[in-house]
Structures are given as C-alpha cells and as structure tokens.
T-cell receptor, first 108, second 114 residues
C-alpha cells in the first residue's frame, strides 16, 4: 500500500540554522513526490515537486529512490518559514496521499 | 480567478444532524478530493473523484457520501453527524496529466459537532 511517513511532528530551530524535514515513502511504481506548505491562516499550497528539481524560497528536495526518501532542506532557516509542511505523493490517475505533516518553528 | 471555493467556512452541528459541504473549482480540473485535517493525523483522504461521474473511497470514508455533480462541483455530505467528525475539511482539485498534478486547495471548512 502506498504510504508517506513524516517521522517528526515538530521541528524547532533557530533563525539561520539548517533545516531538514524528513519524508519517506512506500509505493510500487514511479510516484510523483511533492512538498506542500500551510502558513498560518492560509491555504495549503504547493512548495515544490521532485520533477521540477527547483529551489523555492531556498528549499530543495532530492528524490532518493534507493532510500525511498524525499527530504526537504534549507541551509538557513528564516522566521517566515514557520509553517506546517506536508510531504505527498501521487501517480497519474490516483489520489494524492499526504503524510501526517511536520510543524516547523523558527525562532530568533 | 477564484480557484477552489468551499462553503461554508464554519459550521456547528448537533449530533445526528445532516449537512452538505459544497466545493467548486473553475480550473477545468478532472480530479477532485475531500480531505479532513486533524491534529497529529495530517490530511486524510475521505473521497476522491478522478473524473465527472466517478468517485472512490479514500482512507476514512465512513459516515460520508459524495456527489460529483459535474466537472466543477464535488459535494461532501454528512448524513448523521457525530462528534468524531469534528474537523477541518478541505476540498482540492488537480489535473491528471503526468507531471502536471499540482493540487489546489480551498480555504477549508471548520466543522464542530456537539
């Protein structure tokens, strides 16, 4: 069965510290992997996807098929990065499945 | 461009009451979803519609029914509300092309069942 695991419920870091939000998945086939973000009082929105191989707001995520991981990283956290982050996967024609989410708290 | 619109934004129900959450999207997307968001549980899929006229159960479908009225609209119905259905409900839509499956979300409906 397809599954997305985010082992950390809460990650607290200081401003300027590196951030890594972990995501592991189990899926047969070749899924698409995403990171979604929900800022306070805002809609859930796409942060980045593995296909694009892009950096958004300083965040990057590399798909490691061997370890079935898609960890989200940022070298220097900012206070405005504080939010709930969800890892998600889908395959064309199937539903989008989310992990349980990780709350990132960045303090000064 | 409205995107995904959900109504209502807030609702309080008594146990046993029924209600329908409405969702509409104006992006001509094929797929639509209903999720519930609970603390510590993340987003759990209730029902999914891959295209007009089709619906599939997700992880937590019990106590809910859905209708894909047309390509734009996907409603979620609680026939007999229970306190366990207190949650924030999100509707979403996406296209189904490979590499083009970004989901767009509504603003959410905060439902309290007392």
């Amino acid at each position: 069965a397809q599954r997305v695991t985010q082992p950390e419920k809460l990650l607290s870091v200081f401003k300027g510290a590196p951030v890594e939000l972990k995501c592991n998945y189990s899926y047969s086939g070749s899924p698409e992997l995403f990171w979604y973000v929900q800022y306070s009082r805002q809609r859930l929105q796409l942060l980045l996807r593995h296909i694009s191989r892009e950096s958004i707001k300083g965040f990057t995520a590399d798909l490691n098929k061997g370890e079935t991981s898609f960890h989200l990283k940022k070298p220097f956290a900012q206070e405005e990065d504080s939010a709930m982050y969800y890892c998600a996967l889908t395959q064309a024609g199937t539903a989008l499945i989310f992990g349980k989410g990780t709350t990132l708290s960045v303090s000064s | 461009n409205a995107g995904v619109t959900q109504t209502p934004k807030f609702q309080v129900l008594k146990t046993g009451q029924s209600m329908t959450l409405q969702c509409a999207q104006d992006m001509n997307h094929n797929s639509m979803y209903w999720y519930r968001q609970d603390p510590g549980m993340g987003l759990r899929l209730i029902y999914y519609s891959a295209s007009e006229g089709t619906t599939d159960k997700g992880e937590v479908p019990n106590g809910y029914n859905v209708s894909r009225l047309n390509k734009r609209e996907f409603s979620l119905r609680l026939e007999s509300a229970a306190p366990s259905q207190t949650s924030v409900y999100f509707c979403a839509s996406s296209d189904t092309g490979i590499g083009n499956t970004e989901a767009f979300f509504g603003q959410g409906t905060r439902l309290t069942v007392v």
